[in-house]
């Protein structure tokens, strides 16, 4: 669908947007309705939001400012107007301005965090619909976790999509890292160094606080990745020398081996169809992605053309085509986006000094990502489309009163 839209607003020009409600510019706007029309052809739709609630105006603006198809800091009258409002006990949405994006009034029932994050869903749809673009949910049906050494020692934290209600999830006081969902998002399973000193996997309900241990095995014990069914979880051993991948009934039992040989092997994630498991491994200084039937047999190595280096696997639950992977250039770090079907690998912005992204996963729309960025000694999360190319838009999304945070998992909804 993008790429008929390209082509129509290509050959049509000022017709086009004159039949969504634009007018013919002035002269001293020609420049700014051409730059307009260049955005767009490239899928992305300048606006504004406004509102009598300033607060409300600025949620909505900086939801609609993660997204890849939104720009939200257009200044033009030729860029469409959102107008957002608090009407008695729900939320809505009209659009104006020479680009209306979207016709009629949008409302969602509720006045908090939950129906903010439905009522941008449904202006990203909807601007989806005008455009020809297919746009799908992002924010309400995606959740997060993450780690963050906030409280001077790293802890598990989970929160919305849009971070605005996060809560900590462990009080360890002691090294607690690699958060993964179960698959109805009442419970985390992390590793943490609290109980024994070294890698134990453990599982902490959302609703109690409660802990228990869920891989105690001898050595190291991580990864933590539920079946899409639920009923089972993925992760990565030594407890017999060298570390590989395990899968463990997720009530509890034994663990059993996959595939072992003699190279190491980790952070292990279920396809979408839970037939396939993908992890890291290969030889030491050349890790990339390998693939196992989840019955185990024998590891695979996924073609990566020009990655010799890839770790961190993340198959998206709604586009089941794509792997999100990490990869290090010249001692920097990327990510890096495989096609399961054409086999092909799109960069999502090549490393350099000022630009480090890593830990890749996928949200809800199977488009965007939430990654780790890192600037200097300090790591935030972003928000990174993966439809942007070399110069993928990555958007800070982690609040300034979490430093450091790392590891971020999330739970994508039907």
């Known amino acids: 669908m993008k790429a008929f839209s390209a082509i129509f607003w290509a050959v049509t020009g000022l017709t086009a947007l004159s039949a969504l409600g634009a007018v ?15 955005l767009i052809r490239r899928g992305i739709l300048p606006v504004r939001v406004e509102s009598a609630d300033a607060r409300l105006s ?23 107007v959102i107008r957002v409002s608090r009407d008695g006990n729900g939320l809505s949405a009209q659009c104006s301005g020479t680009s209306r994006a979207f016709a009629g009034t949008l409302s969602v029932a509720g006045t908090g965090d939950a129906a903010l994050a439905e009522l941008c869903d449904r202006i ?21 976790a993450f780690s963050s050494d906030a409280t001077g020692a790293r802890e598990i934290y989970f929160s919305d999509l849009l971070c605005r209600d996060v809560r900590r999830a462990t009080s360890h006081r ?18 943490t160094y609290h109980a024994s000193g070294a890698a134990d996997v453990y599982s902490v309900d959302l609703k109690t606080g409660r802990y228990a241990p869920f891989a105690t095995y001898p050595n190291t014990n991580n990864g933590g990745a539920f079946s899409p069914d639920g009923r089972r979880v993925a992760l990565a051993l030594s407890a017999r020398g060298v570390m590989n991948i395990y899968v463990k009934p997720a009530a509890g039992g034994n663990a059993t081996a996959l595939c072992s040989d003699g190279e190491v092997q980790t952070s292990p994630v279920f396809s979408p169809d839970g037939r396939t498991v993908v992890f890291t491994s290969g030889p030491n200084g050349r890790p ?11 590891k695979e190595r996924i073609a990566l053309s020009g990655y010799s280096y890839a770790t961190d696997p993340a198959w998206s639950k709604a586009a089941p085509d794509k792997i999100a992977f990490s990869y290090r250039s010249s001692g920097r770090d990327g990510i890096g986006v495989y096609d399961v079907n054409t086999r092909a690998v799109r960069d999502l912005g090549k490393p350099n000094a000022r630009r480090k992204l890593s830990n890749p996963t996928w949200c809800a729309d199977g488009r965007h990502l939430v990654a780790v960025e890192e600037v200097g000694k300090n790591a935030f999360l972003v928000v990174v489309d993966s439809e942007g190319g070399d110069a993928a838009k990555a958007t800070r999304l982690s609040p300034s009163s979490l430093r450091n945070c790392y590891d971020p998992e999330t739970l994508v909804s039907e």
């Open 124 to 144: 990203v749809v909807a601007v989806g619909k005008t455009y020809g673009w297919n746009l799908k949910p992002l924010f309400a049906k995606t959740r997060l």
């Open 288 to 298: 990339g992605l390998y693939r196992v039937p989840a019955r185990g047999g024998k």
């Open 58 to 80: 600025g949620a909505v603006r900086r939801a609609l400012g993660l997204h890849g198809a939104f720009d939200v800091n257009a200044a033009s009258r030729s860029a469409a």
């Open 24 to 38: 013919a510019a002035p002269n001293d706007e020609v420049s700014v309705e051409a730059d307009i029309q260049v």
């Open 174 to 191: 002691r090294i607690a890292i690699m958060p993964y969902w179960d698959t109805n998002g009442r419970r985390l399973l992390y590793t």
